[in-house]
């Protein structure tokens, strides 16, 4: 069922503070049972355990939307990023130093709810700001 274009920003805009207060227990408002992430089903299940993964990962992440475009099924969204991830990020050395990068993501929405996500993360702007 398509939904009016405002309904939807307004849906998104409340996932994103849902994610930024880390409440999972209401993720299911915003998210589809069998929800899939870029071509994989994961689910509900699986999207509130890559989401858990990446707050332990990145203690400080803070979802940022920069840019949104909407119209009666989708949503497209440029989230900013100004965090401190622990360890090996997206394959390079971070280590906890600050790291501000960009991820451009697309999700179609199924009654309301994302049901599926395409989701690019710049990773070359990671990579300009260190020597690797």
């Given amino acids: 069922m ?16 849902c994610l930024n207060q880390q409440d999972w227990s209401r993720l299911g408002q915003f998210v589809h049972d069998d ?4 071509d994989r089903r994961i689910g509900l299940s699986g ?8 707050f332990d990962e990145i203690p400080d992440l803070s979802f940022n939307v920069q840019m ?3 119209d009666s099924r989708y ?5 900013g990023f100004d965090c401190t991830p622990r360890g090996t990020f997206l394959g390079l050395p971070i280590n906890g130093r600050r790291v501000s990068f960009a991820e451009n993501v697309i999700y179609e929405f ?16 990671i990579e300009a700001q260190f020597l690797f």
């Fill in 47 to 54: 999207y509130v355990d890559m989401l858990k993964r990446d």
């Fill in 68 to 70: 949104l475009v909407s």
């Fill in 110 to 125: 199924l009654d309301g709810k994302i049901m599926q996500v395409w989701s690019v993360i710049d990773k070359s702007a």
């Fill in 2 to 17: 398509a939904m009016a274009q405002a309904d939807l920003e307004g849906i998104y805009r409340a996932y994103i503070a």
């Fill in 35 to 38: 929800a899939i992430h870029n």
């Fill in 75 to 79: 949503v497209a969204s440029r989230l």
